[in-house]
């Protein structure tokens, strides 16, 4: 079964780093498909944050970076902020599927 | 600034059908494939479906296929999601989002409208 796979919770105190996983498989990331990153605050809709593996849209602080190794993405985001705190979730195209897949999500809590 | 509204949402009983909406503005809508994405509460995302720039492909989540439609009508900017046998895990909130590259798929979701709730319940 094609699924992406993400901690269901990260935390981290205000100005430090912290890094979420999303864990695919040979049919999504290992194949070398786009990762895209979506940051959800409470009663909003999604809002993307990285596309392409490690693009930012215009205005998209630089905060924000992705990465990409194998069957595996990441996102990071250093200088934590209050305002960071949010559910976070990673997507990929699944050859298997033939259609997109969302990970299961992320909770950041800024202690 | 990119603009989608969804409309059409609402409570519908398991069996039944129900039309969305999508209405764009601000860009050129005829150059984007389009998707449907939907979130049930307090769960995550589900993608259920895209549909290219020009509607000759579309693809649907296996949870939706043979049941739900997507469609557009480019010369009135508006996405469509046709939900037949309507199931009570079909509850949620229904997003349309925008392609990040044109006449590209699988490019990320650039903008996202604000939602339109679906409740299927008896």
């Known amino acids: 079964q094609s699924v992406l796979t993400q901690p269901p919770s990260v935390s981290g105190a205000p100005g430090q780093r912290v890094t979420i996983s999303c864990t695919g498989s040979?049919?999504?990331?290992?194949?070398?498909?786009?990762v895209h990153w979506y940051q959800q605050l409470p009663g909003t809709a999604p809002k993307l944050l990285i596309y392409?593996?490690?693009k930012r849209p215009s205005g998209v602080p630089d905060r924000f970076s992705g990465s990409w190794s194998g069957t595996s993405a990441s996102l990071a985001i250093t200088g934590l902020q209050a305002e960071d705190e949010a559910d976070y979730y990673c997507?990929?195209?699944?050859?298997?599927?033939?259609?997109?897949?969302f990970g299961g999500g992320t909770k950041l809590t800024v202690l | 600034q990119v603009h989608l509204v969804e409309s059409g949402g609402g409570v519908v009983l398991p069996g039944r059908s129900l039309r969305l909406s999508c209405a764009a503005s601000?860009?050129?809508?005829?150059?984007?494939?389009m998707h449907w994405v939907r979130q049930a509460p307090g769960k995550g995302l589900e993608w259920v479906t895209l549909?290219?720039?020009?509607?000759?492909?579309?693809y649907y989540a296996d949870s939706v296929r043979g049941r739900f439609t997507v469609s557009r009508d480019n010369s009135k900017n508006t996405l469509y999601l046709q939900m037949n046998s309507l199931r009570v895990e079909d509850t949620a909130v229904y997003f349309c989002?925008?392609?990040?590259?044109?006449?590209?798929?699988?490019?990320?979701?650039?903008?996202w409208g604000q939602g339109a709730l679906v409740t299927v319940s008896s």
């Open positions: 989002a925008k392609e990040v590259v044109g006449y590209d798929v699988w490019s990320g979701l650039s903008y």
């Open positions: 601000q860009f050129s809508f005829g150059s984007y494939a």
């Open positions: 549909i290219s720039y020009d509607g000759s492909n579309k």
């Open positions: 040979s049919s999504n990331i290992g194949a070398g498909y786009d």
């Open positions: 392409g593996h490690n």
């Open positions: 997507q990929s195209y699944d050859s298997s599927l033939r259609g997109s897949l």
